[in-house]
């Protein structure tokens, strides 16, 4: 019997397209996770000298943009069913606390109904601003 040991060919994985690969999905990633924001509604927001924190609890989002168009989380709704959309989506959460998100080119009269709306539901609110640059 034969027994001699054949020269085996080391084996090398080659890694010069994993450079390429791991480039492309990072940028993938990083185009992605700009499309995933929780505020897709683009607003410019006042602007404030000292930013309160936001609630650790639940909480209903209220936006209002340049066009007067009403959010609830995202959702578009109409000014007339407004209270009712809203005392759903406060009893659905259980939350206590309402962030209003207005365009900063809006009336104070907007933002007065929307204040109204909130101490007739017994919601603390929270306005959103920008912080001074």
Do not use: C, H, W
């Not at 090398?12 to 505020?39: N, Q, R, Y």
């Not at 930013?51 to 168009?69: C, W």
């Not at 959010?71 to 009712?84: K, M």
């Amino acid at each position: 019997m034969n027994f001699r040991k054949r020269n085996r060919e080391a084996s090398e994985v080659e890694t010069g397209a994993l450079a390429d690969i791991l480039f492309f999905l990072l940028m993938f990633f990083l185009m992605i996770s700009t499309l995933a924001s929780p505020d897709a509604i683009k607003l410019l927001l006042p602007e404030t000298a000292k930013p309160a924190p936001t609630p650790a609890n639940e909480v209903v989002r209220l936006t209002v943009d340049e066009n007067r168009n009403y959010f609830i989380d995202d959702n578009p709704v109409d000014f007339s069913n407004l209270e009712s959309e809203l005392t759903q989506a406060v009893s659905a959460k259980k939350a206590a606390t309402l962030i209003v998100r207005m365009d900063r080119n809006q009336t104070v009269q907007e933002l007065t109904n929307v204040y109204d709306l909130a101490a007739k539901l017994n919601l603390s609110m929270v306005m959103a601003a920008e912080k001074k640059k």
